[in-house]
């Protein structure tokens, strides 16, 4: 059963003219025209896309309509969970993860619990400060560092694992960039790496939703989303079709994270982390379809992420990153702002690590 609800990305309580401005947004996005010469894969992602938000919003455009489908809906998730009861089966948990605390993830660390079917909620006896964040939020932002630390420990293995002579991995940059030769499916390893972020995006999503005004939110909602499209692009040069077909299908959450990211910077104009994400985010899916207009508008937002803070290193690797998916491609000036990254005193290691990677790449 399709959930209309994440399909127009709404919560369940939406009113009327949120639901007509989530739809207006959408048919924007998934215009036919924004996708001229782009795959024929992606265009036809695209009107399927299509077809789901028009029946989404047919229903709940409709009073009548919608109120059936709630009760459809709960009827639906009542009997699955009378089933999952019934026969024990785990359900996910999209809880939020305990903190990393800087430190890497153990092996076998499991990113994507389950919930035991009549298992209570964790309960936190702290109460909340005047003037402080709720007291459900400032755990879930804490799966930023989860998630850094899932992905720190995903690349450092993926590129140790490759057998002598395969295209190293190296970063975001060299995703794309290999020959497509095998169909064979991803192993069952390699799609829990692949869907370790999907639980993240649910919290994160409800989060936001539930403190539209913090910009923290929004932020640790692109960075999920971010990270859920960049872990498949980083293993396309393995030449899995299989994979190639996910990346596709992912493809509009480069879109989505931007979205989170300029609400973010509109909540918090002079955060270059922010808008660099955001550049990034643009940058990677114009590149992908081909569309140059997403490609000068993400290198405008780093550009402006540096006048704000011209030591900000994540926008000194979004705006080379912007400057070598440029038709044609500015690899010159984009090897100049990873060596100004590279040098930049007390920059953060993983970004210095990428700045060398793509040095390495670009300077072939």
Same mark, same amino acid.
């Given at each position: 059963?399709?959930?209309?609800? !994440?399909?127009?990305?709404?919560?369940?309580?939406?009113?009327?003219?949120?639901?007509?401005?989530?739809?207006?947004?959408?048919?924007?996005?998934?215009?036919?025209?924004?996708?001229?010469?782009?795959?024929? *894969?992606?265009?036809?992602?695209?009107?399927?896309?299509?077809? /789901?938000?028009?029946?989404?919003?047919?229903?709940?455009?409709?009073?009548?309509?919608?109120?059936?489908?709630?009760?459809?809906?709960? =009827?639906?998730?009542?009997?699955?969970?009378?089933?999952?009861?019934?026969?024990?089966?785990?359900?996910?948990?999209?809880?939020?993860?305990?903190?990393?605390? +800087?430190? /890497?993830?153990?092996?076998?660390?499991?990113?994507?619990?389950?919930?035991?079917?009549?298992?209570?909620?964790?309960?936190?006896?702290?109460?909340?400060?005047?003037?402080?964040?709720?007291?459900?939020?400032?755990?879930?932002?804490?799966?930023?560092?989860?998630?850094?630390?899932?992905?720190?420990?995903?690349?450092?293995?993926?590129?140790?694992?490759?057998?002598?002579?395969?295209?190293?991995?190296?970063?975001?940059?060299?995703?794309?960039?290999?020959?497509?030769?095998?169909?064979?499916?991803?192993?069952?390893?390699?799609?829990?790496?692949?869907?370790?972020?999907?639980?993240?995006?649910?919290?994160?999503?409800?989060?936001?939703?539930?403190?539209?005004?913090?910009?923290?939110?929004?932020?640790?909602? +692109?960075?999920?989303?971010?990270?859920?499209?960049?872990?498949?692009? !980083?293993?396309?040069?393995?030449?899995?079709?299989?994979?190639?077909?996910?990346?596709? !299908?992912?493809?509009?959450?480069?879109?989505?994270?931007?979205?989170?990211?300029?609400?973010?910077? *509109?909540?918090?104009?002079?955060?270059?982390?922010?808008?660099?994400?955001?550049?990034?985010?643009?940058?990677?899916?114009?590149?992908?379809?081909?569309?140059?207009?997403?490609?000068? *508008?993400?290198?405008?937002? =780093? !550009?402006? =992420?540096?006048?704000?803070?011209?030591?900000?290193?994540?926008?000194?690797?979004?705006?080379?990153?912007?400057?070598?998916?440029?038709?044609?491609?500015?690899?010159?000036?984009?090897?100049?702002?990873?060596?100004?990254?590279?040098?930049?005193?007390?920059?953060?290691?993983?970004?210095?690590?990428?700045?060398?990677?793509?040095? =390495?790449?670009?300077?072939?």
């Amino acid at each position: 059963m399709q959930d209309h609800y !994440e399909t127009l990305q709404v919560h369940p309580r939406a009113d009327v003219e949120t639901i007509q401005a989530a739809y207006a947004r959408l048919r924007e996005r998934y215009d036919p025209a924004r996708l001229e010469g782009s795959a024929e *894969e992606l265009q036809e992602l695209a009107r399927r896309r299509r077809d /789901e938000i028009e029946r989404a919003y047919l229903v709940l455009s409709d009073p009548e309509r919608r109120r059936r489908y709630d009760e459809e809906l709960a =009827a639906r998730q009542a009997a699955l969970a009378e089933e999952r009861a019934a026969t024990g089966e785990e359900a996910l948990d999209y809880r939020p993860l305990p903190p990393a605390r +800087g430190q /890497e993830r153990p092996p076998g660390f499991n990113a994507q619990p389950t919930l035991r079917s009549g298992s209570a909620p964790r309960r936190s006896g702290r109460a909340t400060r005047r003037g402080a964040l709720p007291v459900w939020l400032a755990p879930t932002l804490i799966v930023a560092v989860a998630v850094f630390a899932i992905v720190l420990v995903t690349l450092v293995t993926t590129v140790y694992s490759l057998p002598p002579g395969a295209a190293p991995v190296g970063g975001p940059q060299q995703a794309g960039t290999g020959a497509l030769v095998s169909a064979a499916a991803p192993t069952p390893d390699m799609m829990a790496i692949i869907n370790q972020f999907e639980g993240q995006i649910v919290a994160a999503r409800q989060v936001a939703r539930r403190a539209p005004e913090n910009p923290n939110a929004w932020i640790e909602l +692109g960075n999920a989303l971010y990270d859920s499209v960049v872990v498949v692009r !980083e293993r396309l040069a393995s030449g899995d079709q299989n994979l190639q077909n996910i990346y596709i !299908e992912r493809l509009p959450r480069w879109l989505e994270a931007a979205d989170a990211y300029r609400k973010a910077t *509109e909540l918090a104009p002079t955060d270059p982390v922010a808008r660099a994400d955001l550049a990034a985010s643009l940058c990677f899916y114009g590149k992908d379809t081909n569309d140059q207009n997403y490609v000068r *508008e993400g290198l405008a937002e =780093a !550009e402006r =992420a540096l006048r704000d803070d011209p030591e900000a290193a994540r926008a000194l690797l979004s705006k080379g990153l912007c400057l070598a998916f440029s038709d044609p491609p500015q690899v010159a000036q984009a090897l100049e702002q990873w060596q100004q990254l590279i040098v930049l005193p007390g920059a953060e290691p993983g970004l210095v690590m990428q700045a060398r990677q793509l040095v =390495a790449e670009y300077s072939r």
